[in-house]
C-alpha cells in the first residue's frame, strides 16, 4: 500500500504563542503534571491547528519540536520503504507526545510522523522540556514513563504484524484509535486503514466485508463503526490488552467504560540509580 501524505508540513503553518489566561486544548500528558511543573512549560506552549495527512517529522531530520496533540487529534509514526510501501509502528493521541520524547532531541528522526485525525496540537521546543526535566525529577519521571509506554507500544506492534493474523491486527487498531478518540464511529478510511496495517486496500476491504458479517462492525461512508467494543475486544488479538495494561502499570492511565482514556496519574516516582548508589555506599550511623 503506497500511502502519500501531503508534503505540506506543521512547520509551514505559523504556531501561535497561548495567551495568558487562556484555555488548553487538552493534552492528558501535560495535563498529568503537578501545576508547578506545568508552569515550567506553559509559557513555551504553542498552538496549531494540524489538518490530515500533514508530516510533522520525516524520517533522517533533526526534531527539534515536541508535539502534542490534544483533544481528538490523532498522529501515527509510519516506517515507509523504499518502494512506497507503508506500515504504522505506533498511534499517538491527546495521552501522548512526539518527537524528541524518548531521547533528548536534536537526533534524526527514524520514523515519518503524520497526521491521521486532524485538529489541534501544542509545539515545545526540545530544548525547553531537557531543561524543565532537569529542574524537575517528577517531570522527569512522568516523561520516562512515558517513553517507556511508546516504546512497549512499537514492540508489541512489531510482534504483532510477524505472528497475528490481519482479522485481529485490525481491530486491535481500531480499538487503539477508540481508546484515543472515543465514540462508537471512527473517521477512517479503507485507504488511511490499509495504509496502517500495511496492506492493499482491496484486500483490506474484504477483511472489513468479514468482520462485518460477524457482527463486529459496521462500515460506513469514511468511517468504521464498532458495534460492541467487547465482543471487537474478544476477537482481537491479545495485543491491545497487553499494551492497555502497560499504559496502566507505567503511566497511570485511566480509561473510561467505554474505553476511552480519561487521564493520566503517574505513579510516585522511584529512587534512581543515583539515589540507591548513594544509599548503598552511605556510612552507618
Not at 51 to 58: A, K, N, Q, S, Y
Not at 139 to 162: I, K, M
Not at 222 to 250: F, K, N
Request: with cysteine.
Amino acid at each position: 500500500m503506497r500511502y502519500r501524505p501531503k508534503r505540506q508540513t506543521v512547520n509551514t503553518a505559523r504556531p501561535m504563542a497561548l495567551a495568558p489566561g487562556l484555555p488548553v486544548p487538552g493534552n492528558l500528558l501535560l495535563d498529568g503534571l503537578r501545576p508547578e511543573d506545568r508552569a515550567l512549560l506553559d509559557p513555551h506552549l504553542e498552538f496549531s491547528a494540524c489538518r490530515r495527512g500533514e508530516t510533522l517529522f520525516e524520517v533522517g531530520t533533526s526534531v527539534t519540536t515536541i508535539a502534542f496533540p490534544c483533544e481528538q487529534t490523532v498522529v501515527s509514526l509510519m516506517v515507509v520503504m523504499r518502494d512506497g510501501r507503508s506500515a504504522e509502528t505506533a498511534t499517538v493521541g491527546r495521552e501522548g507526545a512526539v518527537g524528541g520524547v524518548v531521547s533528548s532531541g536534536f537526533l534524526p528522526a527514524s520514523t515519518q510522523a503524520v497526521v491521521q485525525l486532524g485538529g489541534p496540537i501544542l509545539r515545545l521546543d526540545a530544548a525547553r522540556l531537557q531543561d524543565a526535566k532537569r529542574r524537575s525529577p517528577a517531570l522527569r519521571n512522568l516523561f520516562t514513563r512515558y517513553g517507556d509506554c511508546l516504546l512497549a507500544q512499537v514492540l508489541q506492534s512489531v510482534a504483532c504484524n510477524a505472528l497475528h493474523p490481519i482479522e485481529a491486527r485490525c481491530l486491535r487498531w481500531l480499538l487503539t484509535l477508540q481508546d484515543r478518540i472515543g465514540g462508537e464511529s471512527l473517521p477512517v478510511t479503507h485507504e488511511l486503514l490499509a495504509a496502517m496495517l500495511g496492506v492493499q486496500r482491496t484486500y483490506l476491504t474484504r477483511i472489513l466485508s468479514a468482520l462485518q458479517r460477524q457482527g463486529l462492525i459496521e462500515i460506513g461512508r469514511g468511517r468504521i463503526i464498532i458495534r460492541s467494543r467487547l465482543d471487537a475486544e474478544a476477537a482481537a488479538c491479545e495485543c491491545h490488552g497487553v499494551v492497555r495494561r502497560h499504559y496502566e502499570a507505567v503511566l497511570g492511565a485511566i480509561y473510561g467504560l467505554d474505553g476511552q482514556l480519561l487521564a493520566v496519574e503517574a505513579p510516585p516516582q522511584r529512587p534512581g540509580p543515583e539515589a540507591l548508589w548513594a544509599f548503598a555506599n552511605s556510612e552507618p550511623a
